[in-house]
């Protein structure tokens, strides 16, 4: 059993900053890629940032130069910094992981998290 825990969520006014964190835990040996998806009322959940083992990112072109992935790999986390927030970033987010378990790669996704853009 894998668990992620997000948190960081919340509202915050436009141009203001929020940081998310996750926690990867349980039965998952290897990580490959952790990462953060998205997901608007009535929209398809897109992808964020996602970064490898070895610490190459990929952003989408909408957070490019606002947001920052990092992770630790010592303690199976990954945070994303969101700076100068606009209210198109109004979304559930999610963390992902694909991993190991000792058998096979999956993929792995949190509960989720709100942040709320809004003055």
């Known amino acids: 059993q894998v668990q992620l825990v997000e948190s960081g969520g919340g509202l915050v006014q436009p141009g203001g900053s929020l940081r998310l964190s996750c926690a990867a835990s349980?039965?998952?040996?290897?990580?490959?890629?952790m990462g953060w998806y998205r997901q608007a009322p009535g929209k398809q959940r897109e992808l964020v940032a996602t970064?490898?083992?070895?610490?190459?990112?990929n952003y989408a072109d909408s957070v490019k130069g606002r947001f920052t992935i990092s992770r630790d790999n010592t303690k199976s986390t990954v945070s994303l910094q969101m700076n100068s927030l606009k209210p198109e970033d109004t979304a559930i987010y999610y963390c992902?992981?694909?991993?190991?378990?000792?058998?096979?790669?999956?993929?792995?996704w949190g509960q989720g998290t709100q942040v709320t853009v809004s003055s």
């Open positions: 992902y992981v694909r991993g190991s378990n000792g058998i096979r790669f999956g993929d792995y």
């Open positions: 349980g039965r998952l040996f290897s990580i490959n890629v």
């Open positions: 970064i490898t083992s070895g610490g190459s990112t």
